[in-house]
């Protein structure tokens, strides 16, 4: 039994009559041909082929006056589409010209039924998803057999057949010039001038592709090329290429390459790996075919990553007697960039005084000189232009974070360290301090950390001792001359600076400087205000100290010290009143995050620009932090700590200041706050 009405599937013999006037043959076997071909009849043959001696087709419960006819494995391109099978020689047979035409003319519309199922929506969406990549697939074969081309692009005297479709579709040169009538549009064949011809062929592929194969040898012509067409991701492909590969022996090549292309983010990345790999990249042959200019740009870096200033003066001399004759008259102009006074005496003295192109030179022998009463006279220092005893330093390396003491969950003092590494996200235990210390200075001093005062849940200390993190090891150093927690702590050429404080009975002004070389402490000038739990760091090689509470008022002002005159200066001040916050520096901004301002515990940054010799809001973190470490190493900021009004913080969170944005790292897990931080970079790899 049929249903009435509705849609239903049955299988049975194919029962198709024949057309209007047209006979069965008498020997198919199968009704509905309309040939009169007999056995020869391609459609017996076809049946014949794929057994195919019935069909699954849609019925309704009425008699339909059209059903779906059988496709034939072999019939002409016109007719195959109308569903004839008189013809299989390739010419149009009277059926497309007549018969099925005047079948469909006469077709009558399905009835669905009233009892349709009302579920089914009236209009469905088709789609294949996958149509547009296999169209670009048929297309290059298309291409590749030269066919329905309607362009050629030449370089000198190679040529290659093009779609312009395509390529104004992948390829936004080709896009511009085929869509806003320019000559080019309506010309046949198009002269691509400065173009690799082999880096035309890639590209042109990619348009059809979307695959290019970049190597050693071809992505200087690859990129060239993608900039000249704006394919901007492959320009990218091939910068992500360069970068990946930086080496001593081709970083330099690769900068100026960069430069040349304007990829800014390459000539960054080659920038900052010619920083990072100095002493190795000036053995390199690149090196020495450096001009003048930029040797001089080069030597003047604060950013090189030297661990003596001896390393940056024998990378000038073995460029100068690479070229003697040419370069020798440039000698005193490059040595007055050399921070000399920052060179050990005896090497001075044994190497620098001792060279053939110093001693010849009156200009040098002066610049060795005042390097020399540096050491011999520290009461001159202050007349030294500043450059020359600051400390370079390469803030790109990333370095290892320490946490020093702090709180635990209870609030008690610790002694715990622990350390971080940013580029693996984890921490790891080193060997505990001697005393337990919260709110402690911490100092980094040659690849030594000093922990400084702070508080052992009794006293506030002066003690100090110091870290080898080579030998895993502690060891005490000369005691401050006051003891003093919440101090802020610096260095500034080899000596470290103690900043304020609090002394168990008040906040203090004073200001103690610690030689490693000496192990001795010295009174300096004392600041204009008392600052306890102030932020303290170096900035353009003076120390700021911003914010702070003297007990009675919280500030927001802010004073710098130049340690070449002894004097302090006032500063432009925040924005908003702080104490308890972490101050670090990046580049040429200087940063202030988190603390409390006397009613409430912040989340809050501010960042002071050197160019605009302003302060302006930062995004704030993503957790209030009052009694919160900032430590910037790697080109980030990182936030260690802190209290939120509730409890102690062992979270730590990065800023990213190329998007602007605070995330979550791992968190400490010995601490809960109130740590000290020190960063030790690390050599580069």
């Known amino acids: 039994m049929r249903p009435s009405g509705g849609w239903y599937w049955e299988e049975a013999p194919m029962t198709t009559e024949p057309e209007s006037g047209m006979p069965w043959s008498s020997t198919c076997r199968t009704k509905g041909c309309i040939c009169g071909h007999g056995d020869c009849c391609p459609h017996n043959s076809a049946l014949d082929k794929q057994k195919m001696d019935v069909k699954m087709y849609l019925k309704t419960g009425l008699i339909l006056d059209t059903v779906l006819r059988w496709l034939p494995v072999s019939a002409c391109q016109l007719c195959v589409a109308r569903g004839c099978y008189g013809n299989s020689q390739g010419s149009i047979c009277a059926a497309a010209a007549g018969t099925v035409a005047r079948r469909a003319q006469s077709a009558q519309p399905l009835t669905m039924g009233d009892d349709l199922c009302e ?91 979307g695959h290019v194969a970049i190597d050693q040898q071809n992505v200087q012509a690859l990129l060239i090329g993608s900039s000249f067409l704006q394919l901007q991701n492959v320009k990218d492909a091939c910068c992500s290429f360069l970068q990946e590969r930086l080496h001593p022996k081709n970083c330099l090549g690769v900068r100026q390459f960069a430069e040349t292309m304007m990829c800014t983010t390459l000539y960054d990345s080659a920038n900052s790996y010619l920083h990072q790999h100095f002493v190795d990249v000036s053995l390199s042959e690149e090196f020495l075919g450096l001009r003048t200019e930029e040797v001089l740009e080069l030597v003047g870096c604060d950013e090189l990553n030297v661990k003596a200033e001896e390393q940056v003066f024998e990378a000038v001399l073995t460029w100068v007697y690479h070229d003697r004759e040419r370069r020798e008259s440039l000698l005193p102009e490059l040595l007055s960039k050399i ?43 202050p007349h030294l232009p500043t450059f020359k005893t600051r400390q370079r330093s390469c803030s790109s390396i990333t370095g290892l974070i320490y946490a020093v003491g702090g709180l635990n969950s209870s609030g008690d003092s610790l002694n715990l360290v622990e350390v971080f590494d940013p580029l693996g996200n984890f921490w790891e235990r080193c060997q505990p301090m001697r005393t337990a210390r919260s709110r402690v200075g911490v100092a980094v001093v040659n690849g030594l950390l000093y922990a400084i005062g702070g508080y052992d849940g009794q006293s506030r200390l002066s003690t100090v001792e110091v870290y080898n993190p080579e030998a895993d090891s502690w060891m005490q150093v000369s005691s401050m001359n006051s003891q003093r927690s919440a101090m802020g702590t610096v260095v500034v050429d080899g000596h470290i600076y103690v900043c304020g404080g609090y002394d168990g009975k008040s906040s203090l002004n004073s200001v103690e400087c ?115 470490s900032l430590v910037a190493t790697g080109g980030r900021l990182f936030a260690v700590g802190g209290y939120d009004g509730q409890s102690n913080l062992s979270s730590v969170e990065m800023y990213n200041p190329d998007t602007n944005r605070w995330t979550f790292m791992a968190a400490m897990a010995s601490h809960e706050g109130g740590v000290g931080v020190g960063c030790i970079p690390l050599p580069p790899a």
């Open 119 to 209: 579920e089914l929506e009236d209009l469905v969406h088709f789609s294949v998803h996958d149509l547009p990549a296999r169209g670009y697939v048929v297309m290059e074969e298309i291409r590749r057999q030269g066919k329905l081309c309607d362009v050629t692009l030449k370089v000198g005297d190679h040529k290659f057949s093009a779609h312009r479709i395509v390529l104004a579709a992948s390829i936004p040169y080709f896009h511009a010039m085929f869509t806003n009538d320019m000559v080019e549009c309506k010309q046949d064949e198009i002269l691509m001038q400065g173009m690799d011809p082999s880096a035309l062929e890639a590209l042109i592929n990619f348009a059809y592709s």
């Open 339 to 381: 921070r000399l006074p920052l060179c050990r005496p005896q090497f001075l003295s044994d190497r620098v005084q001792q060279d053939e192109l110093i001693r010849c030179c009156h200009k040098c022998r002066d610049l060795v000189d005042e390097a020399k009463d540096f050491h011999l006279m520290p009461q001159r220092r």
């Open 514 to 628: 610690y030689s490693p070389e000496t192990d001795r402490w010295v009174v300096v000038t004392e600041m204009s205000a008392s600052r306890s739990a102030a932020g303290v760091t170096v900035f353009e090689g003076r120390i700021f100290v911003s914010g702070g509470h003297d007990g009675l008022q919280i500030f927001n002002t802010v004073e710098y010290y130049n340690h070449h005159t002894n004097c302090w200066h006032l500063a432009p001040p925040m924005l908003n009143k702080r104490c308890r916050h972490g101050a670090a520096v990046l580049g040429s901004h200087m940063y202030v995050a988190g603390g409390y301002d006397g009613s409430g515990f912040l989340s809050g940054a501010e960042v002071y620009s050197s160019a605009s010799g302003q302060w302006s809001l930062l995004v704030p973190m993503n957790t209030r932090r009052s009694r919160v």
